[in-house]
């Protein structure tokens, strides 16, 4: 009996790729699983902080920082949902991957508005200190959260259009045999409309980096010029630096994605820790929003340190409380307990 070793070796191979391919999604899922519960947990401890405390309330830069860690849970449970439907070989059609792929532009814009907003906030606080309640006023939230959000739903809903409207390159597949829900699987045929989407992925990236480089180099000038404010100007120009260092991260998965398909040709394995390393650069891009933000403003902070300090009295009074002496007194009360 002949045996056809080139079907076998058909099998093996598939099976291989198969098992790398589910190996590699499930370090991404642990990994956005990972990210999705530490944005989760700085959004609950930012939002209770801010409901128990009103002077962060009425600070722009806080409703900003709630606004990107709305976003970053929203990419992040994206992500989880997507590599949970691939580890069960769920294949999403050609529209659910649209879908998908726009709201994860969504996400990642908002994230990057809400950036360049957070700059020009600690710009206007340090050039224009009188003016800045009246600039960022309590009736001027809506208004800039409106606006982060609608630039970056702009910029999806432009993307989302042209992949409908105009025949895409996946759609040369037999029926029912749309392989693999990617970036590369929705790009258009016409090579027009292929340069208009990666345009428009990176233009929120170019506003991003032209208004932080913008807000450092006038920071830097007034430090400069005014002499009383250069503690703070040196402060907010660090700021600066950790939110580009940031918007670094976001290019650099999107660069080295353009390098490897313009201009080499490389193995599937190095195309999979190259796929890899960019989840875990983006993922460190996020994190570092908590820090530059959160940990790093003297209010929140304070306010955090507070809350803290309220629990501990609290559970030592409790503690002294539950003292009790053989005759079911009390031994140590504390006198402000009531």
Known sequence: MEVNTSSRYDLLTNASHVTSIQSSNLKKMAMFSAMLLLSLSFTFLVLYLMLRNYSLREKLRFVLLVTLLLSQVMFNTMQCLFYLLE???????????????????LSSFSELYSIAAMSVDKYVAICWV??????????????VVAIVVLMASLSSLLQLVFRLATPMISEEDPPGQFAYCSIDSLNAKSPIVRSIVNFLNVLPILISIVVLSVCYCLISREGKRNGSIRVASKRARYTVMFHSLQVSFYVLPIFLYY????????????????????????????????????????????????????????????????????????????????
């Open 87 to 105: 580890l069960h070989q769920i294949q999403l059609s050609r529209l659910m991957c649209t879908v998908y792929f726009t709201f994860l532009s």
């Open 130 to 143: 009188l003016r800045y309640n009246e600039i960022c006023s309590i009736e001027r939230f809506l208004k």
């Open 259 to 338: 390098v490897e398909k313009v201009y080499f040709t490389i193995a599937e394995g190095t195309v999979e820790q190259l796929l890899i390393l960019k989840t875990i650069v983006f993922g460190a891009a996020q994190g570092l929003s908590p820090i530059v933000y959160g940990l790093r403003a003297d209010e929140l902070r304070e306010a955090l340190l507070r809350v803290l300090s309220r629990c501990v009295y609290y559970d030592n009074k409790v503690h002294r409380m539950n003292k009790w002496d053989g005759r079911g007194r009390v031994q140590e009360r504390d006198p402000e307990w009531k």
